[in-house]
Antibody, heavy 119, light 108 residues
């Protein structure tokens, strides 16, 4: 059974850093496209970043230069390192598996982890 | 930056057909996807590659795309279909993804 479990969210001050983790089971992260998607309270979905199976990474303009997506193949875990955090980064962050069978649509999502940026 | 535009809300009575549109300049060349998000839950993929349904998605959900507009159609909408619906696609480079602003579907 495929499962994605995020962790690492919490309260952080503006300018601070946080690292989110997404532990995967039932499939291999390194063989998959994996994304982070966020949702500010009461707002819509916003794509944040993707890492392809070959290792290429891409970011939304809103986080480029501040966030870094990565993976640990030995732990089958996806990460999102978030630096220079701003109040507008406050959101629930979801990790997703982007399935080749569905033309890389996200067929599995984690439960989300809440990041709050506030002083 | 690339944008996808959806109507904020759509309302239908049970059994009617609901149509939700999504417009974007790259849609003639890029696939549209649709996600359903019910209150307090993670999104669910309901349409990929403009018109295909993942396994387990009811047949009343269908999709189409023509020119710069993609459409999600729910034929015979049910009360349980009440949710926020988001279209999703990529810019011309295919490496930057984007969601539409979301459409709240009310069925009552």
């Amino acid at each position: 059974e495929v499962q994605l479990v995020e962790s690492g969210g919490g309260l952080v001050q503006p300018g601070g850093s946080l690292r989110l983790s997404c532990a995967a089971s039932g499939f291999t992260v390194s063989s998959s496209y994996m994304s982070w998607v966020r949702q500010a309270p009461g707002k819509g979905l916003e794509w944040v970043s993707v890492i392809y199976s070959g290792g290429n990474t891409y970011y939304a303009d809103s986080v480029k230069g501040r966030f870094t997506i990565s993976r640990d193949n030995s732990k089958n875990t996806l990460y999102l390192q978030m630096n220079s955090l701003r109040p507008e980064d406050t959101a629930v962050y979801y990790c997703t598996r982007d399935n080749k069978e569905y033309s890389y649509g996200s067929d599995y999502w984690g439960q989300g982890t809440l990041v709050t940026v506030s002083s | 930056s690339y944008e996808l535009t959806q109507p904020p809300s759509v309302s239908v009575s049970p059994g009617q057909t609901a149509r939700i549109t999504c417009s974007g300049d790259a849609l003639p060349k890029k696939y549209a996807y649709w996600y359903q998000q019910k209150s307090g839950q993670a999104p669910v993929l309901v349409i990929y590659e403009d018109s295909k349904r993942p396994s387990g998605i009811p047949e009343r959900f269908s999709g189409s795309s023509s020119g710069t507009m993609a459409t999600l159609t729910i034929s015979g909408a049910q009360v349980e279909d009440e949710a926020d619906y988001y279209c999703y696609s990529t810019d011309s480079s295919a490496n930057h993804k984007v969601f539409g602003g979301g459409t709240k579907l009310t069925v009552l």
